[in-house]
């Protein structure tokens, strides 16, 4: 696969942005998913779920919860890694429960998942989608990686990766390595070598999206269905990240880089070089974030340094208000569904 060297950056779209979001739900990934269904700067194609913060049966079990509740219909689920391409899954259980989203009690889902493979229905919609398509990982990039080595003619259909992962400065599963990219740093590792066009929405500027207890009211005075469970989702995050780091409030990652796509402003960037390492006995995982060119190697990435918080709790309050959870959200047909089998010309992960 060839080595970035500049890619192009991508220029404004007109009209909603086309996006598929890759995810492991999770709080934030639940979050997420209700930013990209609810903006109308998001033309939602597809939610494709792996292998992270749970299992992969759970992680798309969950997905699908949250379209449900969110009325989100006509936006195809697929499943697709169910572990990374080296090492085995270790999950997230201590930060998002059993479930992989306790808090709130979910009706089960009225839709299944698709039944084709997760980088299947990403080929298939980078191949006949008209124009091209960005896609939103928050989760481990195993299935990225997967599509960009199993169709790399299809790199030119993906306008640009803007995934959340890394961080210029901290770590969350180790002191050196953010949760996503050390799960799987073998594929981050593809990712950021593909040439495709990659923003890094990291820990040290998803840190900034504080869900403290004024965001968590605004979420309540909806007074709808969805508003409530989300202020749920956000009260047992509040808890573990008390528990675990103490955190007065928990920072709400994953939604930060769909915010970037809907409106870049919101989320400040600058051109870096980005290695993800995959050695280190102390830093396996870590993302090495050359922010002052000291390597002389030119960007592969655009790097987010700052975040407007409280436009970007505009922007995630309106989404979810425009859903209401009462099935008036963006129009998924109910397909008969698996979770976890390989894609059609080769098995998974």
């Not at 008390?242 to 989320?267: K, N, S």
């Not at 050359?290 to 002389?296: A, I, Q, S, Y």
Request: net charge negative; hydrophobic share 45%; proline share 9%.
């Amino acid at each position: 696969m060839p080595v970035a060297a500049g890619a192009s950056v991508p220029g404004p779209v007109p009209g909603p942005v086309p996006v598929v979001i890759d995810c492991d739900p999770g709080h934030d990934d639940a979050l997420a998913i209700l930013l990209a269904a609810g903006d109308p700067g998001v033309e939602l194609l597809a939610v494709t779920t792996v292998a992270g913060n749970q299992t992969l049966e759970k992680t798309t079990l969950n997905a699908l919860r949250v379209c449900t509740v969110a009325g989100i219909t006509g936006v195809p689920v697929a499943a697709g890694c169910a572990a990374p391409l080296v090492e085995p899954l270790r999950v997230a259980q201590d930060v998002h429960g059993v479930s992989g989203l306790d808090g709130p009690r979910f009706p089960e889902p009225s839709l299944a998942a698709e039944p084709e493979h997760a980088v299947d229905l990403l080929r298939r919609i980078l191949a006949g989608h008209p124009e091209p398509v960005t896609l939103v990982p928050t989760a481990p990039l195993t299935n990225i990686a997967l599509l960009l080595t199993r169709y790399p003619e299809l790199a030119g259909r993906i306008r640009e990766i803007v995934l959340m992962g890394g961080s210029t400065d901290r770590g969350n599963r180790t002191p050196a390595a953010e949760f996503n990219i050390h799960t799987d740093p073998e594929a981050a590792d593809i990712v950021f070598r593909s040439g495709v066009p990659v923003t890094m929405c990291g820990l040290n500027v998803t840190h900034q999206a504080l869900a403290t207890p004024e965001v968590v009211a605004r979420f309540e005075a909806l007074d709808t269905g969805l508003g409530r469970i989300c202020a749920e989702l956000l009260g047992f995050f509040a808890g573990t990240y008390r528990q675990l780091w103490g955190f007065p409030a928990p920072p709400v990652h994953d939604p930060v880089a769909v915010a970037r796509v809907i409106d870049p402003g919101l989320v400040t960037c600058v051109d870096a070089h980005v290695a993800v390492e995959l050695h280190g006995r102390h830093t396996r995982g870590a993302t090495v974030v050359d922010l002052h060119g000291t390597l002389g190697r030119p960007a592969n990435a655009r790097v987010a340094v700052g975040l407007r918080a409280d436009l970007f709790w505009d922007r995630m309050l309106a989404a979810v208000a425009a859903l209401g959870g009462s099935g008036a959200g963006q129009s998924a047909r109910p397909a008969e569904g698996r979770t976890g089998s390989g894609p059609s010309d080769g098995g998974s992960r």
